[in-house]
């Protein structure tokens, strides 16, 4: 499968723990997102990367949230000192340039549940 | 205001309709129009996609886009129970590295 993979799918934590996750997109892909999906809403734009760099962040990303893509490839998103609201589905999608509209491929989300 | 407004349904129809999704937004720079088919507990897969204005066909899926009106449609004709999920629209500009914007999503339930 050359699909975009995440891991875990799915963790359950307490709150005031710290979790990180972890995306594979597909491979030739050089643009990362990632987007949080709370039940009954569209997923929420988080942050992208092109290649290592990350370009933007939303004003969602609190500090305790923070992302990375060291080579360029996979990329980890860590939540430090979970809340019960950082409960959510979190996405991440890949695109490469040169596809017009950045048209992204989603991976299957990593569910969240902070007890 | 939302940038994209989508209802949330829950719309019900019998197997074999045509089924009419639709979203409207306020951001006149978004070029870039898709719609995503959403599984319960799985990620968003991409459905159609359309650049500017106009229609897009694809097997039984129609998208269509009317920028003067900020209105985008999709249609499912011969709907099957296989088509019951949650159908988002999304969009994107080409500024930002294409950030994507979405609506909340419909519910679609087609009955066998």
């Known amino acids: 499968d050359t699909g975009v993979s995440q891991n875990p799918r799915h963790k359950i934590t307490k709150r005031g723990q710290n979790v990180t996750f972890r995306c594979d997109p597909i491979s030739e892909h050089n643009r990362l997102y990632w987007y949080r999906q709370t039940l009954g809403q569209g997923p929420e734009f988080l942050t992208y990367?092109?290649?290592?760099?990350?370009?933007?962040k939303s004003r969602l990303l609190s500090d305790r949230f923070s992302a990375e893509r060291p080579k360029g490839s996979f990329s980890t998103l860590e939540i430090q000192r979970t809340e019960q609201g950082d409960s959510a589905m979190y996405l991440c999608?890949?695109?490469?340039?040169?596809?017009?509209?950045?048209?992204?491929?989603f991976g299957p989300g990593t569910r969240l549940t902070v007890l | 205001q939302k940038e994209v407004e989508q209802d949330p349904g829950p719309l019900s129809v019998p197997e074999g309709a045509i089924v009419s999704l639709n979203c409207t937004y306020s951001?006149?720079?978004?070029?870039?129009f898709m719609w995503y088919r959403q599984y319960s507990r799985k990620g968003p897969e991409l459905l159609m996609y359309t650049y500017s204005s106009g229609n897009k066909e694809d097997g039984r899926f129609t998208a269509q886009v009317d920028k003067s009106s900020k209105y985008i449609s999709l249609f499912i004709r011969d709907s099957q129970p296989s088509d019951s999920a949650t159908y988002l629209c999304?969009?994107?500009?080409?500024?930002?590295?294409?950030?994507?914007?979405f609506g909340a999503g419909t519910r679609l339930f087609v009955k066998a």
């Open positions: 999304a969009m994107s500009a080409n500024t930002g590295g294409f950030k994507t914007i």
């Open positions: 951001n006149s720079a978004f070029q870039y």
């Open positions: 990367f092109q290649n290592e760099a990350q370009l933007e």
């Open positions: 999608a890949s695109t490469r340039m040169g596809l017009a509209g950045g048209e992204q491929f």
